[in-house]
């Protein structure tokens, strides 16, 4: 499909890229959107209060499908997000993150999956994580399978948002993205969307997904924070699968843990415990974390 000006009609997809100083990789993002094999796109970078060089790189982009949108201040990524479903104008949703690259055919291959049943409203796709000379495949297994994919979604990993397409109504009535959580808001999100519409996968490739130390995911507080609210607001989604929320306890703790939050790990390994008392590993976490140093806050 040919370029469309979206000033002159509106796109069928909207793709909304947030991003915070990450000049150095933001060009490889934008690029694999622009470069899409469907082109009937408009890109809406929004600029969560960068102090580098952000805004002078995208104007050097001469593509009418592109728009910026600087917010005064840092939000977080939540709130950039929802800034940009606000300004976008097209039926589906994407997503993509600035330091992250879709594969050419990624809109393509789900504009396929959505032109087959009009009763899906989210389509994802398996993704590949580079981090340093290591490499491997995430993917929606149970969704690509057409299997019950609900113990799936305790995981949360396979969900990441620049896999995601999303009907705009569905979107809409999910709410957006939870300014209140400073991590694992598409998690969060991607539950509620659950609720609300069918969801289908590509089984291909669709994203390079790229670790990287500044990320959100490199900052221990954010995501303690962002399991805790998961944890709490969505318990009952574990409530037949007692191993999954285990575990989950488990990453709790040893995030608390490396924050010298002692009692809190204890509390968090002592609930994964209590839920799968034969799991030995727990016992022994246990005891480093009794034995670590604490926090000053504690």
């Not at 899906?120 to 057409?146: D, F, K, L, Q």
């Not at 709790?252 to 490396?258: D, E, F, N, P, T």
Request: glycine share 8%; net charge negative.
């Amino acid at each position: 499909m040919g370029l469309v000006d979206s000033r002159v009609m509106p796109p069928l997809v909207s793709v909304i890229l947030p991003t915070h100083n990450r000049r150095r990789t933001l060009s490889r993002a934008v690029d694999s959107v622009l470069s899409q094999t469907h082109g009937d796109l408009e890109l809406i970078v929004v600029d969560d209060g960068s102090t580098d060089t952000t805004a002078e790189l995208i104007a050097e982009y001469d593509d009418p499908r592109l728009t910026f949108e600087a917010l005064a201040r840092q939000a977080g990524a939540a709130t950039a997000r929802n800034r940009g479903i606000e300004l976008a104008r097209g039926q589906l949703i994407a997503f993509q993150d600035s330091d992250d690259e879709w594969v050419p055919g990624k809109l393509e291959s789900q504009l396929e999956v959505f032109d087959r049943d009009a009763r899906i409203g989210w389509v994802g796709g398996r993704h590949r994580v580079v981090a340093g000379s290591e490499a491997w495949t995430v993917g929606p297994t149970s969704i690509i399978a057409g299997e019950d994919h609900r113990a799936e979604l305790l995981d949360g990993r396979a969900f990441v948002t620049p896999t995601w397409l999303v009907r705009r109504e569905v979107l809409a009535a999910a709410g957006g993205f939870r300014q209140d959580m400073p991590c694992l808001e598409d998690w969060d999100l991607i539950f509620r969307l659950d609720d609300l519409c069918e969801f289908a996968a590509v089984d291909e490739v669709i994203l390079t997904r790229y670790a990287s130390a500044d990320s959100l995911f490199g900052n221990a507080d954010r995501q303690r924070i962002g399991l805790e609210l998961i944890l709490a607001d969505h318990a009952g989604r574990w409530r037949d699968h007692p191993a999954a929320l285990a575990d989950r306890h488990r990453d709790l703790a040893r995030l608390q843990s490396r924050l010298g939050q002692r009692r809190q790990a204890l509390r968090s390994y002592a609930t994964a415990a209590s839920l799968q008392p034969l799991r030995g590993r727990t016992y022994g976490a246990m005891v480093k974390a009794l034995l670590a140093p604490t926090s000053s806050e504690e």
